[in-house]
Every structure is written in structure tokens, then in C-alpha cells.
Nanobody, 113 residues
Framework: VQLQASGGGLVQAGGSLRLSCAASGSPFTFNRMGWYRQAPGKQRELVAVIMSGGITNYADFVKGRFTISKDNGKNTVYLQMNSLKPEDTAVYYC????????WGQGTLVTVSS
């Protein structure tokens, strides 16, 4: 199974980006799909997750700004990021779970002030 993340880039504060992460080589439906991020000098932290039944959970620092969604048919998870702040600057990683965790390669999001 390989995860391919895309959609990162440079955006001004207040702007929006949409991240995507698609799984290839997977014959199964993942139990959980999520996004994490790691800023320079900081530990990786959870941003948002979505369960197979559609239940979502967000970190407090993105509630009301970010929305996670998925397309089961495409084994793809999305992260719509609005009202971006400079402190959202980080490498964003997708992670899928099915009897173990699979990780994407990360996509860099840079928010300028």
C-alpha cells in the first residue's frame, strides 16, 4: 500500500488550500484516515481524522477552519484548509489505518503573513 499526498504549497494568511491523499495497492477499506502535521522543531501532531463510518475528530487549533472528508471509492482523503494562519505552516502527512498504520510522504504547507 502506498499513500500519495498532494496539494501543499505557499499561501498568504487567510487563504485556502485543499490537500489530497490517495492510497494505491489497497484492496480494503481503511478503518481510519487522517492528517497530521509537523512544524520545524516540533513533534508531529494530529490535525483531523475521519472514521470509516464518517465520524470526524479535529484538533482544537483547526476546528471551524479545516474540514476532513473522504471518498471511499477512490480510497482518498481530503483536507480543506480555510483561514490559514502562519502557525499552520508545517509538513502535512496523511495516515491510513487498517491493522496497522500507513503513512504518506508529506506535503509542505507554507503560510506567509
Amino acid at each position: 500500500v502506498q499513500l500519495q499526498a498532494s496539494g501543499g504549497g505557499l499561501v498568504q494568511a487567510g487563504g485556502s488550500l485543499r490537500l489530497s491523499c490517495a492510497a494505491s495497492g489497497s484492496p480494503f477499506t481503511f478503518n481510519r484516515m487522517g492528517w497530521y502535521r509537523q512544524a520545524p522543531g516540533k513533534q508531529r501532531e494530529l490535525v483531523a481524522v475521519i472514521m470509516s463510518g464518517g465520524i470526524t475528530n479535529y484538533a482544537d487549533f483547526v476546528k471551524g477552519r479545516f474540514t476532513i472528508s473522504k471518498d471511499n471509492g477512490k480510497n482518498t482523503v481530503y483536507l480543506q484548509m480555510n483561514s490559514l494562519k502562519p502557525e499552520d505552516t508545517a509538513v502535512y502527512y496523511c495516515s491510513f489505518r487498517y491493522y496497522g498504520d500507513y503513512w504518506g510522504q508529506g506535503t509542505l504547507v507554507t503560510v506567509s503573513s
